[in-house]
């Protein structure tokens, strides 16, 4: 049986590294994706490069890769970052980057892989997105939004595909040990008004990249692995015990019992 091949985007470091070296030492073909190839190149694996705000970088990644394989199995939409901060403090250059990353780059590399999904009649694309996805956090509101938008973009997809047999699935991390709150954060200045500088202190150990709590990059890396080896036609892949617990949460409590909830575990 010839070998799997999965596309992997935003693979330099955190999940989608811990991805790319998970399928690789399963014995898959793997495209780790990233900007910088040259300077993140990941071990036993086909580095490209892909931009996801760049088209052509995906078309030339997507064409690179079948060269390389003859094939695609599955398609994980990885890239991303956090942009943080008071929203009405945010420039138009910060919603667009964070929406054209997170989003429409999420789309146009998923425009450009169906074609050739739906020509041979099987395909699989999973996205991950995040509890934040279905929960919203103070100073989120971009990435939150982003978030919710994968996660709706994702479901109506998967009445669209499936008469071709591709499946999509979508994983929701929650807290991870990665660079997120960090060198992958675009931290957005209270812009010199005093009442956001006092919230954004408030809550600033979810703004920092001080947070020590949540799972590895190698725990989500798992549950990708098991999404698109299961054979299932699941649809969501909570990652981590806390994933599922604040998933669970949620959905069965009210929402003034929640927004009290999450207040008292962020704002200080």
Request: one cysteine or more; aromatic letters at 10%; charged letters at 25%.
């Amino acid at each position: 049986m010839p070998k799997k091949t999965v596309l992997i985007t935003g693979s330099s470091k955190g999940i989608g590294k811990a991805t790319a070296e998970l399928f690789s030492k399963k014995g898959w073909n793997v495209a780790a994706t990233m900007r910088d190839p040259g300077k993140y190149a990941v071990p036993g694996c086909l580095c490209l490069e892909l931009d996801v705000t760049k088209p052509d970088t995906i078309k030339k990644a997507l064409k690179e890769t079948l060269e390389r394989f003859g094939s695609i199995d599955v398609a994980v939409n990885n890239a991303g970052y956090g942009a943080v901060g008071p929203f009405e403090t945010s420039s138009r250059e910060q919603i667009m980057r964070q929406f054209e990353t997170n989003l429409f780059g999420l789309m146009e590399v998923t425009k450009n892989v169906l074609p050739h999904f739906r020509d041979k009649r099987d395909g699989m694309i999973i996205n991950v997105t995040s509890v934040a996805g279905r929960m919203s956090f103070p100073l989120y509101s971009l990435y939150n939004s982003t978030k919710w938008a994968v996660e709706g973009f994702s479901e109506a997809l998967r009445f669209e595909l499936e008469p071709f047999n591709i499946k999509i699935k979508i994983i929701e991390p929650a807290l991870i040990k990665t660079e997120f709150g960090g060198s992958s954060a675009d931290v957005i200045s209270a812009g010199g008004i005093k009442e956001y500088e006092d919230f954004v202190r408030s809550v600033a150990p979810w703004t920092n990249g001080k947070i020590k709590l949540g799972h590895s990059p190698e725990k989500v890396a798992g549950t990708i692995y098991r999404a698109a080896t299961d054979g299932s036609n699941k649809f969501r892949y909570p990652s981590g015990e806390d994933g599922r617990f604040l998933l669970f949460i949620r959905r069965f409590i009210p929402d003034s019992w929640l927004f009290a909830g999450i207040k008292k575990a962020v704002i200080k």
